[in-house]
Protein backbone atom coordinates (compact mmCIF):
# COMPACT_ATOMS: atom_id res chain seq x y z
CA UNK A 1 0.00 0.00 0.00
CA UNK A 2 0.98 3.63 -0.78
CA UNK A 3 -0.21 6.91 0.34
CA UNK A 4 0.27 10.11 -0.84
CA UNK A 5 -0.87 13.83 0.53
CA UNK A 6 -1.62 17.02 -1.61
CA UNK A 7 -3.10 20.37 -1.19
CA UNK A 8 -5.83 21.84 -2.44
CA UNK A 9 -6.20 25.27 -2.58
CA UNK A 10 -9.33 27.15 -3.65
CA UNK A 11 -9.10 30.58 -4.36
CA UNK A 12 -11.43 33.45 -5.04
CA UNK A 13 -9.75 35.59 -8.33
CA UNK A 14 -13.51 37.03 -9.33
CA UNK A 15 -13.66 40.39 -8.02
CA UNK A 16 -16.48 41.51 -6.49
CA UNK A 17 -19.23 44.10 -8.55
CA UNK A 18 -21.30 46.89 -7.33
CA UNK A 19 -23.48 49.48 -9.35
CA UNK A 20 -24.21 53.32 -8.48
CA UNK A 21 -27.11 55.24 -8.91
CA UNK A 22 -26.85 58.26 -11.49
CA UNK A 23 -25.65 61.33 -10.56
CA UNK A 24 -28.19 63.36 -8.76
CA UNK A 25 -28.93 66.94 -9.20
CA UNK A 26 -30.75 69.07 -6.34
CA UNK A 27 -32.18 72.64 -5.14
CA UNK A 28 -30.63 73.41 -1.47
CA UNK A 29 -33.16 73.06 0.96
CA UNK A 30 -35.23 76.05 2.10
CA UNK A 31 -33.67 78.91 4.49
CA UNK A 32 -29.90 77.07 3.95
CA UNK A 33 -27.20 77.22 1.20
CA UNK A 34 -26.81 72.96 1.82
CA UNK A 35 -29.07 69.83 1.07
CA UNK A 36 -30.29 66.61 2.53
CA UNK A 37 -30.06 64.45 -0.49
CA UNK A 38 -31.01 60.73 -0.27
CA UNK A 39 -30.85 57.74 -2.63
CA UNK A 40 -31.26 54.17 -2.84
CA UNK A 41 -27.90 52.55 -1.29
CA UNK A 42 -25.72 50.04 -3.77
CA UNK A 43 -25.46 46.93 -2.70
CA UNK A 44 -21.89 44.67 -3.56
CA UNK A 45 -22.47 41.72 -4.82
CA UNK A 46 -20.16 38.18 -5.77
CA UNK A 47 -19.32 35.12 -6.22
CA UNK A 48 -18.60 34.22 -2.33
CA UNK A 49 -21.11 35.60 0.31
CA UNK A 50 -21.02 38.03 2.33
CA UNK A 51 -18.96 41.31 1.01
CA UNK A 52 -18.60 44.21 2.51
CA UNK A 53 -19.81 47.76 1.03
CA UNK A 54 -18.26 50.82 2.64
CA UNK A 55 -19.00 54.61 1.16
CA UNK A 56 -17.52 58.14 1.92
CA UNK A 57 -20.98 59.84 2.17
CA UNK A 58 -24.22 58.21 3.34
CA UNK A 59 -27.79 58.29 2.11
CA UNK A 60 -29.28 60.99 3.56
CA UNK A 61 -26.28 62.99 4.39
CA UNK A 62 -26.09 67.35 4.41
CA UNK A 63 -24.08 68.26 1.20
CA UNK A 64 -23.04 71.57 0.71
CA UNK A 65 -23.38 73.91 -2.46
CA UNK A 66 -21.74 72.42 -5.61
CA UNK A 67 -20.74 68.97 -6.82
CA UNK A 68 -19.39 66.76 -4.29
CA UNK A 69 -18.17 63.17 -5.90
CA UNK A 70 -19.67 60.30 -3.67
CA UNK A 71 -17.80 56.94 -3.68
CA UNK A 72 -19.20 53.38 -2.96
CA UNK A 73 -16.42 50.41 -2.60
CA UNK A 74 -17.37 46.37 -2.50
CA UNK A 75 -14.35 43.92 -0.57
CA UNK A 76 -14.91 40.69 -0.73
CA UNK A 77 -13.70 37.72 1.54
CA UNK A 78 -10.23 37.82 -0.33
CA UNK A 79 -9.31 41.42 -0.29
CA UNK A 80 -10.60 42.26 -3.83
CA UNK A 81 -12.43 45.19 -4.36
CA UNK A 82 -14.75 47.25 -6.93
CA UNK A 83 -15.43 50.96 -6.73
CA UNK A 84 -18.35 52.98 -8.26
CA UNK A 85 -19.10 56.98 -8.20
CA UNK A 86 -21.68 59.06 -8.79
CA UNK A 87 -21.88 63.19 -8.39
CA UNK A 88 -24.20 65.05 -6.02
CA UNK A 89 -24.46 68.78 -7.39
CA UNK A 90 -26.57 71.13 -5.18
CA UNK A 91 -27.46 74.26 -7.06
CA UNK A 92 -28.72 77.66 -5.39
CA UNK A 93 -32.29 78.15 -6.46
CA UNK A 94 -33.58 80.00 -3.80
CA UNK A 95 -34.82 83.95 -4.47
CA UNK A 96 -32.86 86.70 -2.83
CA UNK A 97 -35.29 88.49 -0.50
CA UNK A 98 -35.38 92.29 -0.84
CA UNK A 99 -37.71 94.57 1.24
CA UNK A 100 -37.77 98.54 -0.05
CA UNK A 101 -38.45 101.23 1.86
CA UNK A 102 -42.32 102.49 2.55
CA UNK A 103 -43.35 104.89 -0.27
CA UNK A 104 -42.32 108.64 -0.40
CA UNK A 105 -44.22 111.64 -0.01
CA UNK A 106 -42.44 114.94 -0.06
CA UNK A 107 -43.12 118.54 -0.85
CA UNK A 108 -42.73 120.36 -4.26
CA UNK A 109 -39.82 122.85 -4.52
CA UNK A 110 -42.62 125.74 -5.68
CA UNK A 111 -39.35 127.40 -7.87
CA UNK A 112 -38.34 124.35 -9.79
CA UNK A 113 -41.40 122.41 -9.66
CA UNK A 114 -39.49 119.25 -8.70
CA UNK A 115 -38.47 117.92 -5.19
CA UNK A 116 -35.10 115.93 -4.03
CA UNK A 117 -36.07 112.53 -2.71
CA UNK A 118 -34.14 110.50 -0.26
CA UNK A 119 -34.80 106.77 1.43
CA UNK A 120 -33.07 104.35 3.05
CA UNK A 121 -31.58 101.73 0.31
CA UNK A 122 -33.60 98.39 0.64
CA UNK A 123 -32.80 95.00 2.96
CA UNK A 124 -31.41 92.18 1.02
CA UNK A 125 -30.94 88.59 2.55
CA UNK A 126 -30.22 85.15 0.70
CA UNK A 127 -29.87 81.73 2.19
CA UNK A 128 -26.69 81.82 0.00
CA UNK A 129 -23.97 84.49 0.08
CA UNK A 130 -23.54 86.82 -2.82
CA UNK A 131 -26.49 88.79 -2.82
CA UNK A 132 -25.99 92.10 -4.32
CA UNK A 133 -28.56 94.73 -5.78
CA UNK A 134 -27.42 95.30 -9.00
CA UNK A 135 -29.90 97.71 -10.60
CA UNK A 136 -32.25 100.65 -9.59
CA UNK A 137 -34.47 102.88 -11.69
CA UNK A 138 -33.57 105.72 -9.74
CA UNK A 139 -31.26 106.55 -6.55
CA UNK A 140 -31.33 108.26 -3.21
CA UNK A 141 -31.03 111.78 -3.65
CA UNK A 142 -31.80 112.36 -7.55
CA UNK A 143 -34.31 114.92 -8.37
CA UNK A 144 -38.33 114.17 -9.17
CA UNK A 145 -40.73 115.97 -11.14
CA UNK A 146 -44.31 116.71 -10.20
CA UNK A 147 -46.32 113.44 -9.75
CA UNK A 148 -45.99 109.87 -8.72
CA UNK A 149 -42.79 108.16 -9.60
CA UNK A 150 -41.80 104.50 -9.05
CA UNK A 151 -38.62 103.52 -8.02
CA UNK A 152 -37.59 99.77 -8.55
CA UNK A 153 -34.83 97.97 -7.24
CA UNK A 154 -33.38 94.54 -8.20
CA UNK A 155 -30.88 91.63 -6.35
CA UNK A 156 -29.36 89.30 -8.11
CA UNK A 157 -27.50 86.43 -5.85
CA UNK A 158 -24.05 84.01 -7.01
CA UNK A 159 -26.68 81.88 -8.99
CA UNK A 160 -28.42 84.41 -10.87
CA UNK A 161 -31.30 83.99 -9.27
CA UNK A 162 -33.33 87.92 -8.81
CA UNK A 163 -36.34 89.56 -7.29
CA UNK A 164 -36.99 93.20 -7.16
CA UNK A 165 -39.05 95.69 -4.92
CA UNK A 166 -40.68 99.09 -5.87
CA UNK A 167 -41.64 102.11 -4.09
CA UNK A 168 -43.37 105.40 -4.92
Do not use: K
Not at 28 to 43: K, L
Not at 76 to 94: K, Q, R, W, Y
Not at 95 to 123: F, G, K, R
Amino acid sequence: TSTCDFTITVVDEEDPTITCPLDITVGNDPGTCEAVVSWAVPTGADNCPNPMVSSTHNSGDTFPLGTTTVTYTVTDGAGSTAECSFDVTVEDVGVPMITCPSDVVIDLDPITCDATATWTTPTISDDCSGATITSSTHNSGDTFPLGTTTVTYTVTDGAGNTAECSFD
